[in-house]
């Protein structure tokens, strides 16, 4: 499969380029959801048009009333959602929600709802500050006909208006994924604002009660399908990530073309050019490590998870790299909150943290290659 | 089955009867592979054969037309192709710059007769080229090189003074750029010519480098009288054939940053690394590096293939694999400490890891600078302002 986009995959980005540059487009979204305070941080009737574009469908398979695409179709939707800095509940319920109940008698249960843009999913997997996914310490102990979960998360992204939080706890089977319905007893969700006006959450759970059929395939299975999930939100943070670096750096080139200085366009400075010129090779090698790794997990290759690895942490220091250099070229105005390139730092830094860092993700390829 | 599923299938079954054992393992370095040439020096049978094989049925230029030598493929097969030679470790059966700069030239820019000659004895191995672009006054501002052309009727006389010729002392032809119009604009009087460098008035002298190898020769021309049929292209328009090409010296010098078929710089360093905490993540950072590049580089081609890359991308993917290529023999040199200093000893296979460290610093020099690089992504990619 050649690494460019084919037909049908141009004709997807065109439509979701469009839509979220109209739709989704900061001034729309992000900047009024956070002035005016939204404890979602985001909007429904986004969510809603999501789904009537068929987005919400692109990785749920036909038999199940989606799309029945891959990795690269949800990338593109990503891409542009970073481009836009559009907050939606896409990655966390379309993608790696998706994602963990493939193959699972769940499917049934909570797929329409996401087709619909009525459901809202996310993901309690970290319990401290840095993504840990290899020490996950809460429990989850039989009681009953199901299980009875303790112990606290955070970072839970969307986690304040979930509808279904898929949980990861160990049993003494071993790890194991849970989907638990909003309002369940014992668990208490405080919604958190973050840096870049997103809604995480901290979540308490207080022996919350779930049945038998809340597990995500089987008990002690959870490692293969948390892997799924993780590859899944680390490929489509991955391309978030590049759609911020790649909106951040035309922002800032952009800049570099009108402004004037010592009576100069600052663009003719090679000091300025030299940079410019670097960010551009690191977005363009991120971009194709990212769209590599969406490949080959669209092929169930065994080299994905690697790839995966080296696509979020190209992806996130590219992206750092582009939010950095347009603080910095754009001066002044790059500290002040009206100009928009401050609002792509804060979501980088937000992006970066999720599913793992580059550092995280460094030491992991290490692994995988035996040093 | 699919016509290209089929294709693989045939090529690896040919691969795996034709290709010799010996070729299947990476070569010690550039003097242990094959540059074919009228008195050529292979290392071994095996070499020659390899070289034969694969001339014979066109595949040292997959991608070229069958009727100048090559093997006529699609872009697709030309991947399944190099695919295929990588999953055994095939070795490129031919290193030639005839391949790789002048042949695309050539291509794009000869005329039929040319093409049918020049083109065929590229493919075949029989004459290993050189490129004389560099002079003394002439590096990064390439264009305001003066070696002279006169025009004598019924040949062309040429005489100056040419620099960092690669190879220059082994090779059979060398493609020149030369001051065909003195009174015009720099760009503006330039032609493109091919020559034999058994001619009459041509001198080669190797330059020492700090490796102590000399890949590098000055070359002087002395009166040399050039037959009229071996300008390529139109007279004074020789700086599009030489930029042509320019894209194509850095396509291929970006591939040093894949830094051959290693997948990780890590796993070939592992026990170094175990006791250094601090360069095992400087390494894990680079394979990061390393692999996306790697990505990068298989999309690149996808797009040239395609004829969807940016005219400039090869200058993006030369300044990124020659830092990548540099920063990694760094990570060499201070993973294997002491031992990689030996210079001479056969411990040291007389100082490879030191003398190899120190050619890489070439690369972000040689066939533009990194910085020249960075120019032009900026002006014709990123389309700032200036100069």
């Known amino acids: ?371 | 089955m699919s016509d290209l599923d089929s294709f693989r299938l045939e090529t690896r079954a040919w691969l795996e009867a034709n290709c010799p054992a010996e070729m299947r393992e990476p070569a010690r370095d550039e003097s242990d592979m094959c540059w074919g040439g009228r008195n050529p020096a292979f290392t071994n049978e095996a070499q020659k054969d390899w070289m034969e094989a694969m001339a014979a049925r066109g595949w040292t230029v997959p991608d070229w037309p069958s009727e100048y030598g090559g093997g006529g493929f699609s872009p697709a097969q030309t991947k399944i192709l190099k695919q295929e030679m990588a999953r055994i470790g095939a070795r490129n059966p031919l290193m030639s710059f005839g391949i790789s700069m002048l042949g695309p030239a050539l291509l794009k820019y000869g005329n039929e007769e040319q093409k049918k000659r020049f083109l065929t004895e590229i493919a075949l191995g029989q004459i290993r080229w050189c490129q004389g672009y560099s002079e003394p006054g002439a590096g990064s501002d390439l264009a305001s090189l003066q070696t002279k052309c006169e025009d004598k009727g019924d040949h062309w006389l040429v005489n100056g003074q040419k620099v960092w010729t690669s190879y220059a002392d082994k090779a059979d032809w060398i493609f020149c750029l030369v001051r065909t119009d003195p009174a015009a604009p720099k760009h503006q009087g330039i032609s493109f010519l091919l020559f034999d460098m058994a001619s009459p008035g041509v001198t080669t002298r190797p330059i020492l480098l700090i490796s102590g190898n000399s890949p590098f020769c000055e070359t002087f021309f002395d009166d040399v009288k050039v037959p009229k049929d071996q300008l390529v292209g139109a007279l004074n328009k020789g700086w599009d054939v030489a930029k042509y090409l320019l894209g194509h010296e850095r396509e291929m010098i970006s591939g040093m940053g894949l830094g051959g078929q290693t997948d990780s710089l890590g796993a070939g360093l592992a026990d170094a690394l175990a006791e250094d905490p601090i360069l095992r993540a400087d390494v894990a950072r680079f394979d990061v590096d390393a692999m996306a590049f790697r990505a990068m580089s298989e999309r690149f081609i996808d797009e040239l293939k395609a004829g969807q890359a940016h005219p400039a991308q090869p200058s993006m993917m030369k300044y990124a694999g020659t830092e990548l290529n540099k920063a990694r023999h760094e990570l060499v040199m201070a993973a294997r400490g002491s031992n990689a200093l030996e210079w001479e000893s056969d411990r040291s296979k007389k100082g490879k890891a030191a003398r190899e460290w120190l050619r890489t610093k070439a690369n972000s020099i040689e066939g533009g600078t990194s910085e020249i690089q960075l120019g032009i992504v900026a002006k014709r990619i990123l389309e700032l302002p200036g100069a």
Not at chain 1, 273 to 282: G, K, N, P, T
Request: charged share 25%; aromatic share 6%.
């Open chain 1, 1 to 371: 499969m050649p690494l460019y986009l084919n037909d049908d995959q141009i004709m997807l980005r065109d439509t979701a380029r469009g839509f979220m540059a109209e739709e989704g487009a900061i001034g729309k979204q992000l900047r009024h959801w956070r002035d005016t305070g939204c404890g979602d941080g985001f909007g429904h009737d986004l969510w809603k048009q999501f789904a009537e574009l068929g987005f919400n469908g692109i990785l749920i398979g036909e038999e199940d009333g989606g799309l029945g695409l891959g990795h690269v179709e949800a990338g593109i939707v990503l891409e542009e959602i970073g481009r836009n800095l559009t907050p939606s509940p896409f990655l966390t319920s379309a993608v790696a929600f998706v994602e963990a109940l493939k193959g699972t008698a769940l499917g049934a249960r909570f797929y329409p709802g996401v087709l619909a843009g009525d459901t809202v999913a996310a993901l309690a997997i970290d319990e401290g500050p840095k993504h840990r996914p290899e020490g996950i310490a809460m429990r989850a102990e039989r009681s009953g006909n199901g299980f009875s979960l303790s112990g606290r998360k955070q970072f839970v992204v969307q986690g304040a208006s979930a509808d279904v939080i898929l949980v990861a706890a160990r049993t003494d089977e071993g790890l194991t994924l849970f989907a638990v319905e909003k309002g369940a007893n014992g668990l208490e969700v405080e919604g958190v604002r973050l840096a870049d006006s997103s809604i995480g959450a901290r979540m308490d759970f207080n022996q919350v009660e779930v049945d038998a059929d809340a597990v995500v395939g089987e008990v002690g299975g959870g490692g293969a399908v948390l892997s799924r999930v993780l590859n899944a939100g680390r490929t489509g943070a991955a391309a978030e990530l590049v759609g911020v670096g790649a909106a951040s750096m035309d922002m800032t080139v952009d800049y570099l073309r009108q402004r004037k200085q010592f009576g100069k366009l600052i663009g003719e400075f090679q000091a300025l050019q030299f940079r410019a010129a670097h960010l551009y090779s690191e977005l363009e090698i991120a971009r194709a490590a990212v769209m590599k790794a969406q490949q080959l997990l669209d092929e169930g290759s065994d080299e994905a998870e690697a790839m995966v690895a080296v696509a979020k942490a190209k992806a996130g220091r590219a992206s750092q790299l582009a939010v950095q250099e347009g603080v910095q070229m754009h001066g002044g105005i790059g500290m002040t909150d009206e100009y928009d390139i401050g609002l792509y730092m804060k979501r980088d830094r937000v992006l970066n943290e999720l599913f793992g860092d580059p550092a995280y993700h460094a030491d992991a390829l290490a692994r995988m290659k035996g040093y």
